[in-house]
Each structure stands twice: as C-alpha cells, then as structure tokens.
C-alpha cells in the first residue's frame, strides 16, 4: 500500500544540524521530495532524490536513501532560524503520473 | 515566470452550497494536480489533469470533480458541501508530460471554510 510516515516535530538549536525522517512502503517509489511550507503559504520543493540513489547534496541540505529499508532523511547543516517550517516528504509511484503521496510533515523548530 | 496562482484565496461557506476553485498553472505547464490539506488528514491527492484529461483520481467522493481547460487552467467544483470539507486546497503544475520525475510547483493555496 501507500503510506508516508514522518515523526511530527523536530526542534534545535540555530547553528546545529537537523535530521528529519521518513519511511515509506511502496516498493515501486520512483521519485522521493522533500518540500518546506511555511505558515500561510504553499509547499516549495526542496530537493529531490531518484530511488536508485543512495545520496545526495545540494548546498546545505544532504539527503540519504535507504532503499532496503525504505528509509529516507534530510539532513540541513548550519540550520538558521529561517529554516523553521513544516518539512514533508513524498513519493511518486512509477505509474501514478501527477500523484504525489505525502507524509504528515515535520514541524522544525529552531531556537536562537 | 509567473508562479502558480489559486483564486480565491479565502472562501467561507455554508453546508449543501457548492464551491468552485480556480488555478492557472505555470506557462507552459500541462498538468494539474489538486490537494487537500487538513489538519487531521494532512495532505491528500486529489486528481490530476493532463492536456484537459483526468488522468489519476484519488480517494474522495464524486462531490468532488474537476476539468482543465485548453490553456491548461484547472478548476475543482466541490457540491454538497460538508463541515469536513473545511481545508487548504492546493493546485500544482508540472511540466512533466510522462512519468517519473514530477517536479511539481504549488500555488499558495485557497483556505476554503464551511459553516
């Protein structure tokens, strides 16, 4: 079946690294987004990785795939009170076109 | 480039009336999809179109429909409404034509409450 599961808040100090998690079931995940919304506002993706990746880098966000265990995390180095919204991943199925199957967010609070 | 844009913005209400969303995708942009967000569900898929076709559906009643235009703007009729019908509906587009990669855009949302 479907089903994205996100641990539902996350909070740190400015300056640290946050970790935020993920797991998914479908095998068949082809593409897994990572999106931010902030309050009052739309979703703006992040970053995204390819299911036969295991990593991968852009600026200060790293994310890691775990495909054995369908486990996906972003990692943001240097984390600024800017960074503080609701983080959600999601997946794409191979064969969905358009549907993009998303977890309950993450709410990242970064404290001065 | 223009972003995604969703009118109205906020909409309130009352239960049995029907409502209508408007979004108008990125130029150039062929496919549409629709979300609901709520606190309890979170974000949920709605359907999607592509070049005025629906091409996926998700879990929610026939209340709920839509179509898309030929300049690919996208509208969602919701009837009948209900309480629980009260939720940020969100439109993305997609440059997308075929599967895999999706990289959607979304618009900021129509805050649509039923009283």
């Known amino acids: 079946g479907e089903d994205v599961e996100q641990s539902l808040f996350l909070s740190v100090r400015e300056g640290d690294s946050s970790v935020i998690n993920c797991t998914y079931t479908?095998?068949?995940?082809?593409?897994l987004y990572w999106y931010k919304q902030e309050p009052g506002a739309g979703l703006q993706l992040l970053t995204y990785?390819?299911?036969?990746?295991d990593m991968k880098q852009d600026q200060r966000l790293t994310v890691l795939l775990n495909k054995k265990d369908k486990h996906l995390s972003l990692r943001i180095a240097d984390t600024q009170t800017g960074d503080s919204a609701i983080y959600f991943c999601a997946e794409s199925i191979d064969n969905q076109g358009g549907k993009l199957i998303f977890g309950q967010g993450t709410e990242l609070s970064v404290k001065p | 480039k223009a972003g995604v844009t969703q009118t109205p913005r906020y909409l309130i209400k009352t239960r049995g009336q029907q409502v209508t969303l408007s979004c108008s995708p990125i130029?150039?942009?062929?496919?549409v999809s629709w979300y609901q967000q709520t606190p309890g569900q979170g974000l949920q898929f709605l359907f999607e179109y592509f070049s005025e076709t629906q091409r996926n559906k998700g879990n929610f009643p026939g209340r709920f429909s839509g179509r898309q235009f030929s300049n690919s703007r996208s509208e969602m009729n919701v009837s009948t409404l209900e309480l629980g019908d009260s939720a940020l509906y969100l439109c993305?587009?997609?440059?997308?034509?075929?599967?895999?990669?999706?990289?959607?855009?979304f618009g900021p949302g129509t805050r649509l409450t039923v009283l």
């Open positions: 130029s150039g942009h062929r496919s």
């Open positions: 990785i390819f299911s036969n990746m």
């Open positions: 479908d095998s068949s995940s082809t593409y």
């Open positions: 993305a587009s997609s440059s997308t034509t075929g599967l895999g990669h999706n990289e959607q855009f």
